[in-house]
């Protein structure tokens, strides 16, 4: 089966400071760095906002370059949210 962990719903989103500390005791980057865990997506809105958050850009610093940094192999992909469908991002 494939299974998706969306941090969205993982963090209480009204209670944000459980995060504060060390970046890498966060329940993303855990989850980004367990051996069974293949890739990261990224849905990007028609604004690209998830250019800038820095969270989110801390999310994809992970996925690609601590992931291989620590010899993990983990794939990053985006996809495309526009008008309500969410399909690849160069169709």
């Not at 969205?8 to 500390?21: I, R, S, Y």
């Not at 980057?29 to 051996?35: E, G, H, P, R, S």
């Not at 865990?37 to 969270?55: P, Q």
């Not at 994809?60 to 949210?81: E, I, N, Q």
Request: charged fraction near 20%; aromatic fraction near 14%.
């Amino acid at each position: 089966g494939c299974y998706y962990w969306i941090c969205t719903f993982a963090n209480n989103q009204h209670q944000l400071d459980e995060l504060a500390g060390d970046l890498e005791q966060t329940p993303f980057f855990k989850a980004i760095m367990l051996t069974t865990c293949r890739g990261t997506i990224a849905l990007v809105c028609d604004e690209a906002k998830l250019f800038s958050r820095i969270w989110c850009l801390f999310e994809c610093h992970a996925s690609t370059t601590l992931a291989r940094d620590l010899g993990k192999t983990h794939l990053y992909d985006l996809g495309v949210y526009y008008s309500g469908l969410i399909g690849a991002p160069f169709e």
